[in-house]
């Protein structure tokens, strides 16, 4: 084994640079910074998305004068098979293997004569391994110590544990409030569904329980958006008019992004220009920078769901250059791919591909991996191609935001036409244009119902369902809706929570046929008494 010099120079290896401030989380790394000092084996749980890793490199950067040798990571996202943990740390301590000596007796070789601080980063699917490797490493070598972050601990003796909850959620007194809070915008950068769901009901039900009315239209903004990518349209719709109703009851000078988020989403051209034509100029004057970039975000959504992809590749360029903070984000990118194969323009999706890829690797999740699957089969081409579309459709069907699932199904079988297996085709894009059409994502729908009718099949309309078939209860909701009630003076009449008067309007919109309130109220006008019994 080749003896590689580790305390050659004290410091940081393998962390990379720090690109953004670290902010809200000055006690954890106090507390944890305690905890290795009093354990040799520290392992930080939580859920995805929620900062783990971010926590042990900061950690890690104050405690490294503390160590002759630094401290070192060994990332293990990428880590497909648990045998290959001990090459992997092996790797990223430098190690030069020699043939015929087992990896991990090499490892206990280097680290018996080092004093270091080893961080294992994402170890939770190869917990097992891991837990066996440090088992071997720790009476081996006593002057290192480990650093894990894992969703679950690793389980061995003598391991010091950490949990990491999500970001506080205080709601200050400025605008930007709750909807602004690193958890919620690190889970959706990072394409951690599950975080991203949990933080942003938390955000909004906090809102509403304290009262904040200057954050509750950003808090409901961000849970509009998760609401329409797990594809509930109606309580999407729901609650952007709840916004609207809370924004004209206070009098706020809020320039407001729900309606202007649904006509993109709808892929309603006309309605989108004009509400962000009538918004732009009191933008400006404000200096909303990021409110520009969302809205080219929604662009080139909507553009790619009319298939205007030069307009859509125009879009997603201005976002990701506006992009600040935590920096394009995996959606984003995702658009801004699209477009260009979509346009004939691969050339231009290089960088964006690896800068995608490059930030799913880190995220792990799979939204993040099933997404960079989907944008790297539209520019790959026989096998390759086929092979990268069903493992974004296997990685996409595990997961809660079921809009990314949906195109990719349509993209997949846009592929298949093109390569002239029309049955193959057919299959993908049924379930795309089922999904779409009942998700309200309209443009995408089109571009699913085009291609079955390019494949001989024929297409049938969707039916409404009629307001005979409301239960009482939603009936209820619907009548309260129509007369200006919001969701909380709806669940304070009826006894209900805000989330569940959310829902019951999300499938009286669904079954009526309608997406606003405004609608709503010339539905149930036009039907009468007869269709719409009484309450009482």
């Given at each position: 084994m080749g003896r590689v010099a580790l305390g050659a120079e004290v410091g940081v290896h393998g962390f990379g640079v720090a690109l953004t401030s670290f902010v809200g989380r000055a006690r954890e790394v106090d507390e944890l910074a305690g905890l290795l000092a009093a354990y040799r084996l520290v392992t930080v749980t939580g859920p995805g998305g929620v900062g783990k890793t971010r926590l042990a490199a900061e950690v890690a950067r104050r405690v490294a004068g503390q160590f002759a040798d630094g401290v070192w990571l060994a990332e293990l996202a990428g880590v497909s098979e648990p045998g290959l943990v001990p090459a992997a740390v092996a790797t990223a301590l430098g190690l030069q293997q020699a043939p015929g000596v087992p990896v991990t007796d090499s490892l206990v070789a280097l680290l018996a004569r080092q004093q270091l601080l080893l961080v294992l980063d994402n170890c939770e699917h190869v917990l097992a391994s891991v837990a066996d490797l440090c088992g071997v490493l720790l009476p081996a070598a006593d002057d290192v110590r480990f650093l894990l972050t894992s969703r679950v601990p690793v389980g061995i003796g003598g391991e010091g544990r950490y949990r990491l909850a999500p970001l506080g959620l205080p709601v200050p007194g400025g605008p930007r409030g709750i909807a602004g809070s690193d958890?919620?915008?690190?889970?959706?950068?990072?394409?951690?569904?599950?975080?991203?769901?949990?933080?942003?009901?938390?955000?909004?039900?906090?809102?509403?329980?304290?009262?904040?009315?200057?954050?509750?239209?950003?808090?409901?903004?961000?849970?509009?958006?998760?609401?329409?990518?797990?594809?509930?349209?109606?309580?999407?719709?729901?609650?952007?008019?709840?916004?609207?109703?809370?924004?004209?009851?206070?009098?706020?000078?809020?320039?407001?992004?729900?309606?202007?988020?649904?006509?993109?989403?709808?892929?309603?051209?006309?309605?989108?220009?004009?509400?962000?034509d009538e918004r732009r100029q009191d933008v400006l004057r404000r200096g909303e920078g990021l409110w520009l970039a969302a809205n080219d975000w929604g662009n080139a959504i909507r553009y790619n769901g009319l298939g205007r992809y030069e307009e859509a590749l125009a879009a997603a360029e201005r976002a990701a250059e506006d992009a600040r903070g935590l920096g394009p984000s995996i959606l984003l990118l995702a658009e801004l791919i699209e477009a260009t194969a979509r346009s004939g323009q691969a050339e231009r999706a290089t960088g964006p591909l690896a800068q995608l890829a490059e930030i799913t690797r880190a995220a792990g999740t799979d939204w993040a991996l099933g997404t960079h699957a989907r944008t790297a089969a539209m520019l790959a081409e026989g096998i390759t191609a086929e092979r990268l579309y069903r493992e974004a459709i296997e990685r996409l069907s595990r997961i809660r935001t079921?809009?990314?699932?949906?195109?990719?199904?349509?993209?997949?079988?846009?592929?298949?036409?093109?390569?002239?297996?029309?049955?193959?085709?057919?299959?993908?894009?049924?379930?795309?244009?089922?999904?779409?059409?009942?998700?309200?994502?309209?443009?995408?729908?089109?571009?699913?119902?085009?291609?079955?009718?390019?494949?001989?099949?024929?297409?049938?309309?969707?039916?409404?369902?009629?307001?005979?078939?409301?239960?009482?209860?939603?009936?209820?909701?619907?009548?309260?809706?129509?007369?200006?009630?919001?969701?909380?003076?709806?669940?304070?009449?009826?006894?209900?929570?805000?989330?569940?008067?959310?829902?019951?309007?999300?499938?009286?919109?669904?079954?009526?046929?309608?997406?606003?309130?405004?609608?709503?109220?010339?539905?149930?006008?036009?039907?009468?008494?007869?269709?719409?019994?009484?309450?009482?």
């Open positions: 958890a919620c915008r690190i889970a959706r950068a990072l394409a951690d569904d599950e975080a991203w769901d949990e933080l942003t009901a938390r955000h909004l039900d906090l809102a509403r329980r304290v009262g904040a009315f200057s954050a509750l239209p950003f808090a409901l903004t961000d849970r509009v958006l998760v609401e329409l990518f797990c594809g509930r349209v109606g309580v999407a719709t729901s609650l952007a008019a709840e916004s609207d109703a809370v924004v004209e009851a206070t009098g706020s000078q809020v320039q407001l992004r729900t309606s202007i988020v649904l006509a993109n989403w709808r892929a309603r051209d006309a309605e989108a220009v004009a509400l962000m079921r809009a990314t699932l949906a195109r990719a199904h349509l993209l997949y079988g846009e592929w298949l036409r093109r390569e002239n297996r029309r049955v193959d085709a057919r299959e993908q894009l049924r379930v795309a244009h089922a999904m779409l059409a009942g998700m309200g994502m309209e443009a995408f729908a089109e571009r699913a119902r085009r291609e079955l009718l390019a494949t001989g099949e024929t297409v049938r309309k969707r039916t409404i369902e009629t307001l005979d078939e409301l239960t009482p209860q939603e009936v209820q909701v619907a009548r309260l809706a129509a007369g200006g009630q919001t969701n909380p003076e709806i669940g304070a009449q009826l006894f209900l929570s805000p989330r569940t008067v959310e829902w019951h309007l999300g499938k009286v919109f669904g079954k009526l046929g309608v997406a606003s309130r405004r609608e709503l109220r010339a539905a149930l006008s036009g039907a009468g008494s007869a269709a719409v019994p009484s309450s009482n």
